[in-house]
C-alpha cells in the first residue's frame, strides 16, 4: 500500500500539503525562520503525528482487551538542536483508574505506532526529481 502526499508552494514557506483521501493541512515556519505561521512547521507536525499516532495505538488496543482507558491525552514535548528535532518526549495521561499491569502494557504497546516506529527506527526514504 502507498499514500500520496504533495506539497504545493503557496507563498514563502507557505505550503498546501494534500494527503490521497480528501485531506490537506497548511505547513509554514515561524517569522523569525522567515514563514509567515499560516501552518505549523513541518518538524512540528512531526511531534503532533506522534501525539495522534500513539493515542490511536493506545486506545485501539485498550478496546481489543475490553479496558477502559477514560479520557486519554498524550502531550509530546519535542526538543530542538536549531530546526532539527532530536528528541521526542511522550506522557500519557489516564482518565480511567488502571491497574499497574495495564498500564505497564499500554505503555509498551504506546512505543509499536507506526509514527514512533518511522522515528525511532530505519525508514528508508527516497529522493528523486521530475521536471514539472
Not at 482487551?65 to 509530546?76: A, F
Amino acid at each position: 500500500m502507498s499514500v500520496k502526499i504533495r506539497a504545493r508552494r503557496r507563498e514563502g514557506f507557505s505550503h498546501e500539503v494534500e494527503i490521497e483521501g480528501g485531506h490537506s493541512l497548511t505547513m509554514d515556519e515561524p517569522p523569525e525562520a522567515g514563514g509567515t505561521d499560516t501552518g505549523p512547521a513541518p518538524a512540528r507536525v512531526l511531534g503532533a503525528a506522534l501525539a495522534g499516532c500513539t493515542a490511536i495505538t493506545v486506545e485501539m488496543y485498550a478496546q481489543r482487551k475490553g479496558w477502559d482507558v477514560g479520557r486519554l491525552d498524550v502531550d509530546v514535548d519535542v526538543h530542538f538542536e536549531g530546526p532539527v528535532p532530536v528528541r521526542f518526549d511522550v506522557t500519557l495521561h489516564w482518565g480511567a483508574e488502571l491497574d499497574e499491569e495495564q498500564r505497564r502494557r499500554l505503555l509498551v504497546i504506546a512505543g509499536k505506532c507506526p509514527v514512533h516506529k518511522a522515528l525511532a527506527g530505519t525508514t528508508e526514504i527516497t529522493i528523486a526529481d521530475r521536471t514539472a
